[in-house]
Structures are given as structure tokens and as C-alpha cells.
């Protein structure tokens, strides 16, 4: 049995160096609760850009750039080691951590901004990097598509645990490519909440044989700096949630064992069997006993590619 929590938190929005010190400050209180793996929710540093479902890009142009250039300037560089709080805190404690991210490309172009998550491992290592395949919708005015790198499967004490974030949870080819790696744990940090998505977890935790785990976005107005550009035009005095969080627990089979922590924000704790997901795939292995290669296959490439290559 191994505890694992989901940190519904909102993150000091716009502000990186805050956020990853809220980042070790959760990761502690998880640890000191027992928690073996902690994991946090979409682009939590430094917040999901949840204006983009409420701008007109063409007709909203100053407004956009201005939100878009404090979000590029409080994002996560990783070869500039901004991640340093948090891998720190991940070995202080001795857990694994799952940080979804707003990231900088610091190489190609220096601009561009990708969603990511990483997986650390409990001695402060970075174990996986992972971006998400296509943003979704107006996603697309903020982050740029990424590739197959991080569809990757570790060894964590929770398990073997693979990442898709949000609505990559709908690419069927993306999760059998996690699946054919005998994952026992599916993460999905996401900012989709709701019936539908807590239904599409537990399509995924019976089709896979796998605990699958939703770790929502949790934002109020007051979470909203008072300085953010446009806050009081795009979220007027009077709203209160922004996004509810349904953070969850899934466990192979579709039963919900932890959440869906509603209009809440905390951790949500749940302890769990890995060895379930291996005898759930007993009677169906989709990337197993159950595939048929010589009539269906899937080619994954992993490289990242890159526009210039000097020699």
C-alpha cells in the first residue's frame, strides 16, 4: 500500500519564484502525512492561463500580449535550473514528485512556450520531461505542440507511472503508447473538470488495467493577483470559482476511491495497491494478450526535434 496525494492548490499566479515555494511547502505537509508521491495539477507554475477561454485573440490583441508576456516571463527555464526548489524539496523528503509546468524553451528561439510536466524522482532527479502533444482550442495562442519524448513509463514507489496532460487522455494512440509500457499508474493532470472528464478516467482506469489519477485545477478570483492585466474586465467583482479542481482517484476497474474534491482546495490523500493494475490486465491487456500486432501496430518517435542543427 502506498499513499499518494494530489495537490489541489492554487498556485501565487504569475509569480514562478512564489509558486515553487508553495510547491516545497505542499510537498512537505504531503511527505509529513506519509504521502510517497506527490503530484500537482496542469501548468501549476506559474498557473494555468485560464483567460485564454474567455479572449478573443484577434480583437482582445493588447490584453492577450500583456497576459502572454508575464506568463512568459514567470515560466520554467530548466536548463537555467529554475526547477532547483523543487527538485531540493522532492529529496529532502524522500518522494516522487509529478509538477505540471508552464515552460520556456531556453535553446531553440527562446520564446516559445510549451505545457509540461515533470517526473521527479525522490532523490531530487529529474526522471522524465514531458510536453503536451497539442494544446487544445485557444491553448494553441499559448503553448506550442510537443512531441513524443516524454511518453515514457518509470519505476516510482506508486508504481510504473506515465503522464498525459488533460485532453492528451482522449488521444487514444497516446495512451496505448503508455499502456504497451505496463503502466500501473496513469497521471493526468488536468484543467478539465465535471461528469464527462471524471467518466473519461474511468473508461481509461478499465481499458488500461491502471489506478488512474486526475489532479484538477483549483482557482478562485481571489487567487488572481491584483495586478494581472484585465482581471477585473475578464473576471467581474462578484464571481467566486473560476475552476472547481474534481481532483481523483481512480482505481483500475473505474471505481473513484479518493474525490472528486470539489470547489476545495487542499490535499486530497488516497492510498493504493500498484499490484491491482498488474492483476487487472489479467483477463484484458490491451498492449498484451489482447493486441493483434500483425494487424494493428503503432510507430512512436521519440526524438526532439530540432529546426537548426549546427555542425
Request: charged share 20%; aromatic share 6%.
Amino acid at each position: 500500500m502506498i499513499r499518494i496525494a494530489i495537490a489541489q492548490h492554487a498556485p501565487r499566479v504569475l509569480q514562478r519564484e512564489e509558486t515553487l515555494a508553495l510547491a516545497g511547502e505542499l510537498i512537505a505537509e504531503a511527505a509529513a502525512q506519509g504521502a510517497r508521491l506527490v503530484i500537482f495539477p496542469e501548468a501549476f507554475v506559474p498557473g494555468y492561463p485560464a483567460w485564454v477561454w474567455r479572449l478573443r485573440p484577434g480583437s482582445d490583441w493588447d490584453l492577450c500580449a500583456q497576459l502572454h508576456g508575464r506568463l512568459s516571463e514567470q515560466a520554467v527555464d530548466i536548463p537555467a535550473g529554475d526547477l532547483a526548489p523543487v527538485l531540493a524539496a522532492a529529496e529532502r523528503h524522500a518522494v516522487s514528485v509529478v509538477l505540471g509546468f508552464n515552460e520556456r524553451d531556453g535553446e531553440a528561439g527562446r520564446s516559445t512556450l510549451y505545457n509540461s510536466v515533470v517526473l521527479i524522482g525522490p532523490d531530487g532527479q529529474l526522471q522524465n520531461h514531458h510536453r503536451k502533444l497539442m494544446p487544445t482550442n485557444p491553448e494553441r495562442t499559448v503553448w506550442g505542440p510537443g512531441d513524443a519524448a516524454g511518453l515514457r513509463v518509470l519505476e516510482t514507489p506508486a508504481g510504473r507511472l506515465g503522464t498525459l496532460l488533460c485532453w492528451e487522455n482522449y488521444m487514444p494512440l497516446a495512451r496505448y503508447a503508455l499502456y504497451a509500457q505496463g503502466m500501473d499508474l496513469l497521471v493526468a493532470p488536468t484543467y478539465d473538470s465535471g461528469s464527462d472528464w471524471l467518466g473519461t478516467l474511468g473508461h481509461i482506469a478499465r481499458e488500461g488495467g491502471c489506478w488512474v489519477v486526475s489532479a484538477g485545477v483549483a482557482l478562485r478570483r481571489d487567487d488572481l493577483p491584483e495586478d494581472m492585466p484585465g482581471r477585473n474586465h475578464l473576471y467581474p467583482e462578484g464571481e467566486d470559482w473560476i475552476n472547481p479542481g474534481d481532483s481523483a482517484v481512480i482505481a483500475p476497474g473505474g471505481a473513484c476511491i479518493a474525490g472528486p474534491m470539489t470547489r476545495e482546495q487542499g490535499l486530497l490523500l488516497a492510498d493504493i495497491e500498484p499490484e491491482r493494475a498488474r492483476e487487472a490486465r489479467r483477463c484484458f491487456d490491451v498492449a498484451g494478450h489482447y493486441a493483434r500486432p500483425e494487424l494493428l501496430s503503432l510507430s512512436v518517435d521519440r526524438q526532439r526535434h530540432k529546426p537548426v542543427e549546427f555542425h
